[in-house]
């Protein structure tokens, strides 16, 4: 569902929400079902924190604008499955993180290529 013009709607709110915050987006890469964020805040800002926010208002502003998603099951009752996973940048570079993050979606169309040539 995160393709097309949702995707870009997407980057555009959640760019938003940082800056608002006060955050620094590091990377985004939007793929079909799930995103992948390199946030920078300060040390008195929890990941859960940073989460939520990102879930509820990019979903109720993402819901008011392509609003046929909300007929959509989801999983469960919303946009956002209850599933995050979080991780610090100290074992790898800041680089290796945004190289990771930037090439999801050329690793997810690889890997689509190979399911389907078998």
């Given at each position: 569902m995160l393709e097309g013009a949702v995707e870009i709607e997407l980057k555009r709110i959640i760019?938003?929400?940082?800056?608002?915050?006060g955050w620094i987006l590091h990377?985004?890469?939007?793929?079909p079902?799930?995103?992948h964020l390199f946030v920078q805040a300060d040390h008195t800002t929890a990941?859960?924190?940073?989460?939520k926010t990102m879930k509820s208002i990019s979903a109720v502003h993402i819901f008011n604008t392509f609003k046929d998603l909300k007929k959509r099951r989801f999983w469960?009752?919303?946009?956002?499955?209850?599933?995050?996973?979080?991780?610090?940048v100290g074992g790898v570079s800041e680089?290796?993180?945004?190289?990771?993050?930037?090439?999801q979606k050329?690793?997810?169309?690889?890997?689509?290529?190979?399911?389907?040539a078998n």
């Open positions: 760019g938003e929400v940082c800056k608002t915050y990377a985004l890469e939007i793929m079902d799930h995103v990941p859960v924190e940073i989460a469960g009752s919303g946009m956002w499955s209850d599933g995050t996973f979080y991780s610090s680089e290796a993180v945004k190289r990771y993050i930037e090439t050329q690793r997810g169309d690889a890997l689509t290529r190979k399911d389907n």
